[in-house]
């Protein structure tokens, strides 16, 4: 990894004997002024301020350089500011814009074809970010229990505890977490929650809610939960039951998908094939926001004209984007680098684990992965510490539900940048050993 003389000096001469956080340099601190200032406050990033990024690396306001491992919760799988998604962008961004869909552009229907074929389905429906995605597949599951399975009474979506896709009214109303739940209500109706890979659980609620179920959505794995990886014979599992309920089955791949985990989707890696497919992030190699949702006719065409829509949906610009960040991720073999950066980076945080009391457990799937913290000094709080104590030494992550700490670094990562991440985690870890 390549970083200025300066920074290295700096970063060698700080011990392990104690940990205090680095101040944010000058124009770092005058930036986080500015936008605490004006800004809301529905965010708590992790005190660094980026202004530049290339492949895995960014740089801070103050030219201070590191090694992204959250990806922007890995809507940048191709890397920062990829040249071909760059190129693709600026090139449609220069000839039309957006039409809204009160007009054809002449690369919707370009796109549609490169997605469907891909990832085998009959339809896409363009959407903008993961939550709108997430919220049109629950649409679509709605409108063809009415029109297509018959349901008379109020159609019910099951969902996992722990799932999270998004802030919507909807994507509150079907969660278990409490700042979810607290003040935001009255909460929309027609959803219920079984625990994550119970699949007793799941059939008890789909005899409960009887032909009224249109549909069970699922992450394939949970990421904000934690990367909770589910058995082999989970996913194929909910499948089976879907089929024997009559409901459909929806995979929420806006995270784990576009070769987050070693495979284009991570329900490939148990040959499982959602009826909606729900995408988003790194669709667009975080250039621009683009979701899609995707399923067959029988399907899609239950929604009409006029009763599902987005202005920015399916713009020239975001069809552009999105098959140029595909296809760069299948031309330059990000899938399977993913799998075997995985492999190592696995490795490794088992060595980890085996090497630091701190460090209690890992997992995850290819370049998706978690460190489990033994939080007990500082409940709630050590993990947060441990990424600021990585972002002193180098690397970016951030904790989620408490003491776990996600890595998930752009699938363009190599062997060495991986190497040098693993030693500031490692070095972060032992300022608590």
Not at 80 to 107: E, W
Not at 152 to 162: L, Q, R, S, T
Not at 243 to 249: D, F, I
Request: include cysteine; hydrophobic fraction near 40%; glycine fraction near 10%.
């Amino acid at each position: 990894m390549m970083r200025a003389a300066t920074t290295i000096a700096r970063r060698q001469a700080r011990t392990l004997s104690a940990f205090a956080p680095q101040p944010l340099g000058p124009k770092s601190a005058s930036l986080v002024a500015r936008e605490s200032k004006v800004g809301a406050e529905n965010y708590a990033p992790l005190p660094v301020v980026l202004a530049k990024g290339d492949g895995c690396r960014v740089w801070d306001a103050d030219g201070e350089e590191y090694l992204d491992f959250l990806s922007a919760y890995s809507a940048v799988n191709q890397g920062h500011c990829h040249p071909k998604i760059v190129q693709a962008l600026s090139d449609q961004a220069g000839t039309l814009g957006l039409t809204s869909r009160a007009f054809y552009n002449d690369v919707l229907g370009e796109y549609c074809e490169f997605m469907t074929s891909l990832f085998g389905y009959e339809r896409l429906l363009p959407m903008n970010s993961g939550v709108e995605g997430s919220e049109t597949a629950v649409k679509l599951a709605r409108r063809w229990a009415y029109d297509v399975k018959g349901v008379k009474g109020d159609a019910v979506v099951i969902m996992a505890e722990n799932n999270f896709w998004g802030r919507s009214i909807a994507a509150l109303s079907s969660s278990s977490d409490p700042t979810c739940k607290e003040g935001f209500g009255p909460y929309a109706p027609g959803f219920d929650l079984v625990p994550y890979e119970d699949l007793a659980k799941l059939e008890a609620a789909l005899k409960k809610h009887g032909a009224n179920v249109a549909a069970v959505m699922l992450e394939p794995i949970q990421g904000e939960a934690g990367v909770v990886v589910p058995p082999d014979d989970y996913l194929p599992g909910v499948k089976a039951l879907c089929e024997k309920y009559n409901c459909l089955m929806v995979a929420d791949e806006v995270q784990t998908g576009i070769g987050r985990t070693g495979k284009l989707l991570a329900v490939d890696h148990v040959n499982v094939r959602p009826d909606i497919l729900v995408l988003g992030k790194a669709l667009s190699g975080g250039a621009y926001p683009v979701s899609a949702v995707l399923c067959d006719s029988e399907i899609m065409l239950n929604v009409r004209p006029g009763e599902h829509g987005s202005t920015y949906g399916g713009n020239p610009v975001a069809a552009r984007v999105a098959m140029a960040a595909l296809n760069a991720l299948i031309d330059e073999g990000m899938v399977e680098n993913a799998q075997r950066m995985g492999d190592i980076l696995d490795g490794e945080l088992k060595r980890l684990v085996s090497k630091r009391k701190i460090a209690l457990d890992t997992r995850g799937r290819g370049l998706l992965r978690a460190l489990i913290i033994d939080d007990a000094q500082k409940p709630g709080e050590l993990a947060y510490d441990v990424c600021l104590a990585m972002r002193d030494r180098g690397v970016l992550a951030k904790p989620t539900h408490g003491n776990i700490i996600r890595l998930a670094p752009p699938l363009v990562i190599d062997e060495a940048q991986l190497d040098a991440a693993v030693s500031s985690l490692d070095e972060a870890l032992a300022l608590w050993d």
